[in-house]
């Protein structure tokens, strides 16, 4: 049977209409560990330096994310510099806000400091809010 044919309760092959199609395509192209690094990067971008007025994404302090199979989420973070003074409390509001999307299982950050962090990792979202352009 082609992609564009349906199957109906009686056996018959019939050409699925336009809205048949479409909520195929999107049952086909949906994919939940997608949705759920959505649900976790969006959490992320709620945390912000305190010193910079541009979330910790966009700043490009987030160096890896990892979700396995049980999502339990891994993260490598970085600071602007080693002696930002919430060194001790930004990874804990990280996991905090990761852990609230609710099919999180457990987060763990990891505060890592190779490569250092350098403005040109800011993705260009930072650049034009810190008028850096």
Excluded: H
Aim: aromatic letters at 6%; hydrophobic letters at 40%.
């Amino acid at each position: 049977m082609s992609e564009d044919a349906m199957t109906n309760d009686t056996g018959e092959t019939r050409p699925m209409n336009q809205t048949e199609a479409d909520m195929a395509a999107a049952k086909a192209a949906y994919d939940p560990r997608a949705v759920l690094m959505d649900q976790v990067v969006s959490a992320i971008k709620t945390c912000y330096d305190p010193e910079i007025p541009v979330d910790i994404w966009e700043l490009g302090l987030i160096y890896r994310v990892d979700i396995d199979d049980s999502n339990n989420v891994q993260i490598d973070m970085t600071l602007t510099s080693p002696m930002c003074p919430v060194a001790g409390e930004l990874p804990l509001q990280v996991q905090q806000a990761v852990e609230s999307v609710e099919d999180v299982t457990t987060c763990k950050v990891e505060l890592v400091w190779d490569p250092p962090w350098r403005q040109d990792m800011m993705s260009e979202v930072a650049r034009i809010q810190l008028d850096m352009f």
